[in-house]
């Protein structure tokens, strides 16, 4: 056991040195993830297609009954859950079930009648930002013009219906809070896949692959000593980036170190292991570097960092349960947005530990193979 160890320690040396000792390694490894940081916190967008609400209404008046029915009419808003007590708002917004809650209070109505303003409370999931930002708009633009149509009929000046906004775990909506805490789990799956890609391509350009076949070392003991490095440079690679996101660009980091660095650890695992299912394929460089690249842009795309998921079609939500990235970034939010802990996020957890064995396992497959 002592001795395997030591193997697989030395194996991990070599390629520190490996990628150490050449300029353009260290270039891809470093200046890369840092200019993205930057170019994707200042310049991403996002857009809105679909919306989850909920309904909290405690009026049973003709007025309230007549301004959500413009939003149940809306192509734009789903209703998907109806609330009766304060304690039910909670859960849908932090569970995700919906992005916005409406509150009319009981005297709703009786102030339009009244010729009073009526509050129109709108709850919103201020972790995703530009969302909300967006779905704040479309709740004016509906309120606006309800109110248009009760000063037309009722012959009354707006304002009618004002809108009394709580935006919650991002209360002044700054993208910026969404979108770097994204960009920490898409450099860092891109930092695992280029290590461990190229690891394999690189021992083949060279001719060393062959001397390695000649060691004592077994298949197990050198996929451990390739894993080994890309642990060590993806947690200081995020580690990196994460004290650039909090102190450069002042994004909270309200949860606990260790469930963070546990997703973190979880999250390297699975890209270190799809990154030598790669390098176990290919014989080139240029080769893996096409199949990281190959696999990371679609992994961006269906994990929720461009598009919400609830907007994908059916087959291809189901698609996305098989990406990293999709968990990674739930937990990146969840702890820098809402502070949540180890026990809020165990089933993206395990759903990383699942992922990141299973390409293990399929990795050291190929690499038995390619041996035999």
Same mark, same amino acid.
């Given at each position: 056991?002592?001795?395997?160890?030591?193997?697989?320690?030395?194996?991990?040396?070599?390629?520190?040195? @490996?990628?150490?000792?050449?300029?353009?390694?260290?270039?891809?490894?470093?200046?890369?993830?840092? &200019?993205?940081?930057?170019?994707?916190?200042?310049? +991403?967008?996002?857009?809105?297609?679909? &919306?989850?609400? @909920?309904?909290?209404?405690?009026?049973?008046?003709?007025?309230?009954?007549?301004?959500?029915?413009?939003?149940?009419?809306?192509?734009?808003?789903?209703?998907? @859950? %109806?609330?009766?007590?304060?304690?039910?708002?909670?859960?849908?917004?932090?569970?995700?079930?919906?992005?916005?809650?409406?509150?009319?209070?009981?005297?709703?109505?009786?102030?339009?009648?009244?010729?009073?303003?009526?509050?129109?409370?709108?709850?919103?999931?201020?972790? #995703?930002?530009?969302?909300?930002?967006?779905?704040? $708009?479309?709740? #004016?633009? &509906?309120?606006?013009?309800?109110?248009?149509?009760? @000063?037309?009929? %009722?012959?009354?000046?707006?304002?009618?219906?004002? &809108?009394?906004?709580?935006?919650?775990?991002?209360?002044?909506?700054?993208?910026?809070?969404?979108?770097?805490?994204?960009?920490?789990?898409?450099?860092?799956?891109?930092?695992?896949?280029?290590?461990?890609?190229?690891?394999?391509?690189?021992?083949?350009?060279?001719?060393?692959?062959?001397?390695?076949?000649?060691?004592?070392?077994?298949?197990?003991?050198?996929?451990?000593?390739?894993?080994?490095?890309?642990?060590?440079?993806?947690?200081?690679? +995020?580690?990196?980036?994460?004290?650039?996101?909090?102190?450069?660009?002042?994004?909270?980091?309200?949860?606990?170190?260790?469930?963070?660095?546990?997703?973190?650890?979880?999250?390297?695992?699975?890209?270190?292991?799809?990154?030598?299912?790669?390098? +176990?394929?290919?014989?080139?460089?240029?080769?893996?570097?096409?199949?990281?690249?190959?696999?990371?842009?679609?992994?961006?795309?269906?994990? $929720?960092?461009?598009?919400?998921? +609830?907007?994908?079609?059916?087959?291809?939500?189901?698609?996305?349960?098989?990406?990293?990235?999709?968990?990674?970034?739930?937990?990146? %939010? #969840?702890?820098?947005?809402?502070?949540?802990?180890?026990?809020?996020?165990?089933?993206?957890?395990?759903?990383?530990?699942?992922?990141?064995?299973?390409?293990?396992?399929?990795?050291?497959?190929?690499?038995?193979?390619?041996?035999?």
């Amino acid at each position: 056991m002592k001795q395997a160890l030591i193997r697989i320690l030395e194996l991990a040396r070599k390629e520190f040195l @490996a990628l150490l000792r050449d300029k353009k390694s260290r270039t891809v490894l470093i200046v890369p993830p840092l &200019i993205q940081l930057f170019v994707f916190s200042y310049a +991403a967008t996002f857009d809105l297609n679909h &919306i989850s609400y @909920a309904v909290w209404n405690e009026d049973t008046g003709i007025y309230s009954r007549q301004l959500l029915a413009r939003f149940s009419g809306s192509p734009n808003f789903r209703l998907v @859950a %109806r609330v009766t007590h304060r304690e039910e708002v909670a859960p849908l917004i932090d569970n995700r079930k919906v992005l916005l809650v409406l509150h009319l209070r009981n005297d709703f109505s009786r102030s339009i009648l009244m010729g009073s303003p009526a509050r129109v409370q709108a709850l919103l999931d201020g972790r #995703q930002s530009n969302t909300a930002m967006i779905l704040l $708009g479309y709740v #004016q633009s &509906i309120v606006s013009g309800f109110n248009d149509e009760i @000063a037309v009929t %009722r012959s009354v000046t707006p304002p009618i219906a004002s &809108i009394d906004l709580r935006a919650w775990y991002n209360p002044n909506l700054k993208s910026r809070w969404f979108i770097v805490p994204g960009i920490v789990g898409l450099l860092t799956l891109l930092i695992s896949l280029l290590v461990t890609a190229l690891s394999v391509a690189r021992e083949r350009e060279e001719g060393t692959f062959d001397q390695l076949m000649v060691t004592p070392l077994t298949p197990f003991q050198i996929l451990m000593g390739k894993i080994l490095p890309g642990f060590v440079i993806g947690i200081g690679e +995020a580690t990196l980036i994460i004290l650039a996101a909090t102190l450069l660009f002042h994004v909270p980091l309200r949860g606990p170190l260790d469930a963070l660095y546990l997703g973190l650890f979880l999250f390297i695992l699975s890209g270190l292991g799809v990154g030598l299912m790669i390098s +176990a394929l290919v014989s080139t460089q240029q080769q893996g570097l096409l199949g990281a690249f190959l696999f990371l842009v679609p992994a961006i795309i269906l994990s $929720g960092f461009a598009t919400p998921i +609830a907007n994908m079609p059916p087959v291809i939500q189901d698609l996305t349960l098989l990406d990293p990235l999709r968990y990674f970034l739930v937990v990146l %939010r #969840q702890i820098f947005l809402r502070g949540a802990g180890i026990t809020l996020l165990w089933p993206e957890y395990l759903a990383l530990l699942l992922i990141g064995v299973a390409s293990l396992l399929i990795a050291g497959a190929f690499f038995k193979k390619r041996l035999g």
